[in-house]
């Protein structure tokens, strides 16, 4: 008997070493997938533009030299202006995936209902009009990095505001349902232009776009890979799925506090 237990430690203590070693080699080998990912986008998506606004900016130069006016000239500086922010934009997105990634976890309890009316509050502040119809519902209090949740939501709010059909003013709806293992589950419903079901799983993988969202719908594929990181650094699951009706429904879980839900409301913007 005293045979059989030594024999069972052994097995199950290799059984777990064996794990350990597994998880560390997925580990390094999506470390190494994300280096190439960047050291691609370093090369491709800054430095492409980085060449066109150089050319602007010789342009601009010639043209103050030859005494072009203002009116002339201004076309040549939107274009320089409009490349920094396209590359400042990947630059902000890049340091965000990955403080999401490595940053470390400050976890402390936070109402989600006042981190969503901060993040819509600033994200429909400079809206031109229709402006978007959102609603809350019964969001509690969670126990989580408050920077790090902060941009979970500005990046989902953000698509949800993005991804509409042209002319017709977004429709949100985020809702927090409690689970029974101490967690929460958060939706954030739209009723935009959807997800391809075959683009559904793929979606959180950095720099992954949908091809048909390519042409009018400026982005840089990593706003979901950081809500995936910051959603797996709480211990939680995300998933993209089809609004009934038309639209996303983005469901991300984190750890509840306990605090009792609140009822629904609804925030308006000012008109
Ligand atoms: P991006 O910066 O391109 O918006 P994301 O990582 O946030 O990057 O999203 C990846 C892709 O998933 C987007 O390019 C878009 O095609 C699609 N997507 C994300 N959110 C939505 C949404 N709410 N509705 C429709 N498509 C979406």
Redesign the pocket.
């Known amino acids: 008997l005293l045979l059989a237990g030594l024999v069972w430690v052994l097995a199950t203590g290799r059984a777990r070493a064996e794990a350990k070693v597994r998880t560390a080699t997925s580990d390094l080998r999506e470390r190494e997938a994300d280096l190439r990912a960047f050291a691609a986008v370093a090369a491709h998506d800054l430095r492409a533009p980085l060449s066109v606004v150089a050319g602007y900016a010789d342009l601009l130069d010639e043209g103050l030299a030859e005494g072009d006016d203002a009116a002339t000239l201004r076309p040549t500086a939107a274009r320089i202006i409009s490349g920094v922010d396209r590359m400042c934009r990947l630059i902000d997105d890049l340091l965000a995936y990955a403080t999401a990634r490595d940053g470390s976890l400050n976890l402390e309890p936070v109402p989600l209902r006042r981190l969503v009316d901060e993040v819509v509050t600033d994200r429909i502040a400079h809206l031109p009009p229709p402006l978007p119809d959102i609603t809350t519902a019964s969001l509690p209090t969670v126990l989580v990095d408050r920077a790090m949740v902060r941009q979970l939501l500005d990046?989902l709010i953000g698509?949800?505001l993005?991804?509409t059909h042209p002319g017709r003013p977004a429709c949100i709806i985020i809702s927090g349902h409690p689970q029974p293992d101490g967690r929460v589950r958060i939706d954030v419903a739209?009723r935009?232009?959807?997800?391809p079901p075959d683009?559904r799983p793929r979606?959180f993988t950095s720099f992954?776009?949908?091809a048909q969202?390519a042409d009018g719908?400026p982005?840089?594929?990593?706003?979901?890979?950081i809500c995936h990181r910051v959603v797996e650094r709480h211990g939680g699951d995300i998933a993209a799925t089809d609004n009934p009706g038309g639209g996303?429904v983005?469901s991300f879980t984190l750890p509840l506090m306990g605090a009792a839900p609140v009822a629904t409301r609804r925030i308006r913007p000012a008109p």
């Open positions: 990046n698509n949800a993005k991804y739209d935009g232009i959807g997800i683009d979606v992954h776009r949908v969202h719908y982005g840089t594929g990593l706003g979901l890979a996303t983005i």
